[in-house]
């Protein structure tokens, strides 16, 4: 028998890319509320308790009212809000975060699908406090670039409609307040809250982040290659991970970098740039704000979740 899949929320910009990632997926049912069913709380409770796996893709309160109408033990979920990204009893579903972190998501009922802007910081970050090349109180400042579309279907539908004339580069969380910071601070093992300060740029998807070091205050200093090496030795323990780390070079020979690169994949690549002189540091990671950032990722923690 298939394993049955209920998307709730499937017609939001995540769901929709979710029931395109297994539209040919011969090996799983997937199942959908009737349209005239939709907004009936009891045909959610019943789709919810009769799937396999319910992948929420909702705001918070409705992320949390799916949960509450889960009666049985055997329906998993992967939530992909930031309703549960901290909460006890969920495990955070970005696979390459630990060499430990496939199996504990394989083996768990609950998973919460992270945020696309913490997992480019994650990834280089955790690495870096795990092999005590920073500390964890260290002052972490994340900025970036991410397409249009990780605003959702009102900004989707903003910049579609201004076209050209959109902005290029709009910051905001501007109240320093942003979501995904308590995700980041607990799996990049930080003891401070980081500064978190993204910008959406005028393309649909693909995103970009960056966490720039000033490393001169240490009492030791990791020179940029060492950086790397913890970052690259980080990645290269996990079997069957989608992060890739780019080879080490030097500031004046950095590459362009383009966001939309790892568009339609789950995949992710992360750079390490340094100043050895200047005692100064640039981590980078490029992927797909709805790929890696969102629906790959649910897509990726669900088949662990199944075993496939």
Same mark, same amino acid.
């Given at each position: ?97 630990? &060499? ?61 409609? &201004? ?75 996990? &079997? ?69």
């Amino acid at each position: 028998m298939k394993p049955k899949i209920f998307i709730d929320g499937e017609h939001g910009t995540t769901g929709l890319q979710i029931r395109a990632l297994l539209a040919e997926r011969g090996d799983l049912e997937i199942i959908s509320i009737p349209a005239e069913r939709r907004k009936e709380t009891a045909a959610r409770a019943e789709f919810l308790n009769a799937a396999d796996i319910a992948i929420l893709c909702l705001p918070d309160d409705a992320a949390k009212e799916s949960v509450s109408l889960i009666t049985n033990d055997t329906t998993k979920v992967i939530d992909a809000s930031t309703a549960h990204r901290v909460a006890e009893g969920w495990e955070y579903g970005f696979a390459e975060m630990d &060499k430990e972190q496939a199996k504990k998501i394989a083996s768990a009922k609950r998973i919460a699908n992270p945020g696309c802007w913490p997992q480019g910081p994650i990834a280089t970050l955790r690495p870096l406090v795990t092999a005590g090349l920073l500390p964890a109180d260290f002052p972490i400042t994340v900025n970036g670039i991410s397409g249009y579309s990780g605003g959702g279907r009102p900004m989707i539908e903003d910049y579609v409609a &201004k076209g050209e004339d959109a902005s290029e580069f709009l910051p905001y969380g501007l109240t320093l307040q942003h979501k995904h910071v308590p995700e980041l601070r607990a799996y990049a093992k930080l003891s401070h809250d980081p500064i978190m300060q993204p910008a959406v740029g005028n393309f649909a998807q693909g995103m970009i982040t960056v966490v720039p070091l000033q490393l001169g205050g240490l009492d030791y200093v990791p020179t940029g290659a060492e950086l790397h090496a913890a970052i690259a030795d980080h990645f290269a323990a996990i &079997k069957g991970g989608v992060v890739e780390v780019a080879p080490y070079a030097q500031l004046e020979r950095m590459p362009e970098i383009d966001p939309e690169i790892y568009n339609g994949t789950n995949r992710m690549k992360v750079y390490v740039f340094a100043n050895d002189d200047r005692a100064q540091a640039l981590l980078l990671a490029v992927y797909d704000n709805l790929g890696k950032g969102a629906s790959g990722a649910a897509v990726q923690n669900m088949d662990l979740m199944l075993g496939l």
